[in-house]
């Protein structure tokens, strides 16, 4: 299992298997204590309908082989020690990431919650569920619905805006869960690939979450994408751009003397790619979608 970690956010790949034992901040934990029936498996898809990863080889799925068993509630936990901690009583959690459903519509279905107290209370990323909002970026994903029949890969994304605390350091738990009823219909069940994970940071750090001081026009792309540099000192500055693919390795740098500049992706691979852009003292940071 890959994971790639900037500032206080990160994807997992799922590429390899297992926990990440070398990372005590970011692991996966596949519960088989109390459930040691859990269908969840890092693997290759290869089921009837689910047989390619979004980001080959490997996916996290109900199973690499079977169809999913009846009456059965699964989960596995995402484990993020959040380095900087939420800065204030209405963090922002941001997670993204792409999945490929089939199942019994309704009756059959995931959800993924969090818990920043480790585990005693859990809150839905669900905008019916709870005082958030959970969302897809324009012209690619509506409202997540990780129930039915996707019909491939789609993305999503969920922003969460809740009334809890996170001290600085402490762990915050991200649950994904899929339930069955007792009527079979031997389908493949739910996968995930590439989820990115994202929380508030501490004010004054140099390095920020982009907060309109940088545009990205269209996002998400399959072609080129336009970065505009917002604010009155981003014109006379030598504005240097990285982009960085889901490893963190650097696929694109560039300095430019304008506050924009127009660059091709039509080249990249499908995913989640994070955006850096250094203006003078200042860095800001943005992911970008390519699909």
Request: hydrophobic share 35%.
């Amino acid at each position: 299992m890959k994971i790639f970690g900037q500032a206080n956010h990160y994807v997992i790949s799922f590429e390899g298997t297992g926990l990440n034992e070398n990372d005590p901040g970011h692991k996966l934990f596949i519960d088989t204590i109390s459930n040691p029936d859990n269908i969840w498996q890092i693997g290759h898809p290869d089921k009837t309908i689910f047989n390619t990863a979004h980001s080959s080889p490997n996916v996290i799925v109900t199973d690499t082989l079977n169809s999913y068993p009846v009456n059965d509630t699964s989960s596995f936990t995402i484990i993020h020690l959040s380095n900087f901690g939420w800065a204030n009583d209405m963090p922002n959690i941001f997670i993204d990431g792409w999945y490929n459903v089939n199942s019994d519509t309704l009756t059959d279905y995931a959800y993924i919650d969090f818990s920043p107290d480790h585990g005693n209370t859990w809150y839905y990323l669900d905008s019916a569920l709870n005082n958030g909002c959970c969302f897809g970026p324009p012209n690619l994903q509506e409202l997540p619905t990780f129930t039915g029949n996707s019909f491939g890969w789609k993305y999503f994304h969920y922003c969460l805006c809740a009334s809890v605390t996170l001290p600085y350091g402490d762990t915050v738990l991200y649950r994904f869960t899929f339930i069955s009823d007792n009527i079979q219909t031997n389908k493949d069940g739910i996968m995930f690939d590439d989820l990115y994970f994202e929380d508030d940071q501490v004010d004054g750090i140099i390095e920020f979450q982009n907060d309109n001081l940088i545009s990205i026009i269209p996002n998400p792309t399959t072609n080129s994408i336009n970065i505009m540099i917002n604010g009155n000192d981003a014109t006379n500055e030598k504005n240097d751009i990285s982009i960085f693919n889901a490893m963190g390795k650097i696929i694109y740098q560039n300095r430019i003397s304008s506050n924009q500049t127009t660059i091709d992706l039509s080249s990249f691979a499908k995913g989640i790619y994070f955006i850096k852009v250094q203006s003078g003292d200042k860095i800001y940071t943005d992911k970008v979608i390519v699909y």
